[in-house]
């Protein structure tokens, strides 16, 4: 029951509460009449409220929530201590040298096969596949990773794609270990590009920069012709396209939705109890992000495939979006927000918002002329 209590608690923090923005007299009075500038005149007090609410209710999907400390008194701060030192000096190095080791053998190995073996080499692709697999088990491992997976294992077929909620690149890397995908992914600089274009590129994986309006006729373009292939990798898709706190889910972008093929939800929930996987890159860089894991006791999570899903006769991508989305959000206990996720890089100009503002004041007052 409290538990029950506590999720109540939280689904409440997204409701606003309307009387702490109008007094009981205001609510319980409704004007006779009323004329458009009137709306135009309360329209910055509107847009202020409204504004709050929703920067509060957006905000939220990409804040990371500090675990309650529990080293609060005399009996557990020394166990705390222990448990510090313990994860910062034995098992960080540790971790440290499992995560070398595999990337000495990794490279060594990658290296021949890549420039040795020809382009048309029968078993060049299959190599590299099997090495970006071994990588990836690697990095598993120098988290002490707790993993379950749920479901059919991903099969190798034209006409399908994946698609999965977003928390943290290492998403690719959980998937990856036990399916080699070919992912949709941004363009990163330093040593994970140089990962994207040299490494992971050998998948077939589509990379795209959010700021090029170009980039997104030729990555349509590019989802067509790859999961047309009988010998391509299967197509991995975070919809989102922004990483999320793993409390909700903001709204599916409809590319993936639009490709006339199997759509394979794949939900993903990590457990907090040992360490949040979030990455907020804004805030942080992807190294200290695994620094952050790799001090941590382990990183526990659930992975589930879910049933392939298809366009129904008369629904929009959208819509087909939408009921993907809320299959993921049910299996993995998230919250459907309907926020679009490129609002945390980019914000409407002011001149837009005025517009919309306007429209919404004259549909309003035609509604009430209607009545």
């Known amino acids: 029951m409290a538990g029950l209590a506590t999720s109540s608690a939280e689904m409440d923090l997204d409701r606003p509460n309307i009387e702490e923005y109008l007094t009981g007299e205001s609510i319980r009075e409704a004007p006779k009449k009323l ?29 990371s929530n500090p675990s309650e400390p529990w080293n609060w008194n005399i009996y557990l701060f020394p166990l705390w201590c222990l448990g510090v030192g313990f994860r910062y000096g034995i098992l960080f190095p540790f971790r440290v040298i499992i995560l070398v080791a595999g990337w000495i053998v990794f490279f060594a190995a990658f290296s021949l096969v890549h420039f040795l073996l020809g382009e048309l080499n029968k078993w060049k692709r299959e190599i590299e596949r099997k090495l970006v697999v071994m990588i990836c088990s690697v990095f598993v491992a120098s988290w002490t990773a707790v993993i379950k997976y749920h479901g059919p294992r991903p099969s190798m077929r034209p006409q399908q794609v994946f698609v999965a ?68 990798n299967p197509l991995l898709i975070f919809p989102e396209g ?25 939900a993903i929930k990590y457990n907090k109890i040992f360490v949040d996987a979030f990455w907020n890159s804004k805030k942080q860089s992807f190294t200290m992000h695994l620094v952050q894991l790799m001090t941590s006791w382990a990183v526990v999570c659930d992975v589930w495939y879910l049933e392939p899903q298809y366009i129904r006769p008369g629904e929009t991508p959208i819509e087909f979006a939408e009921r993907v989305q809320d299959m993921i959000s049910v299996r993995a206990g998230l919250k459907k927000v309907p926020w679009d996720g490129y609002l945390k890089y980019f914000r409407p100009s002011p001149k837009l918002i005025e517009r919309k503002q306007q429209i919404f004041a004259e549909s309003v007052l035609q509604r009430l002329e209607e009545k």
């Not at 458009?36 to 957006?58: H, Q, Y």
């Not at 639009?258 to 759509?263: I, K, R, S, T, W």
Request: hydrophobic content about 45%; glycine content about 4%.
């Open 165 to 232: 909620n977003h928390t943290s690149m290492i998403d690719f890397i959980i998937l990856e270990q036990m399916t080699a995908f070919a992912v949709i992914m941004q363009k990163h600089p330093g040593w994970v590009g140089f990962i994207q274009k040299i490494i992971v590129a050998s998948l077939g994986c589509i990379w795209f920069n959010r700021t090029e309006a170009e980039d997104r006729e030729i990555v349509a373009r590019k989802l067509r012709e790859h999961i047309q292939g009988v010998d391509s």
């Open 242 to 266: 922004t990483c999320v706190n793993n409390h909700y889910t903001v709204m599916f972008k409809k590319g993936a939705f639009e490709l006339d093929c199997a759509v394979c939800p794949v």
């Open 35 to 63: 004329h458009l500038r009137d709306l135009l005149d309360i329209s910055p007090m509107l847009e202020e409220a409204a504004g709050a609410i929703v920067d509060d209710s957006f905000t939220r999907c990409f804040k």
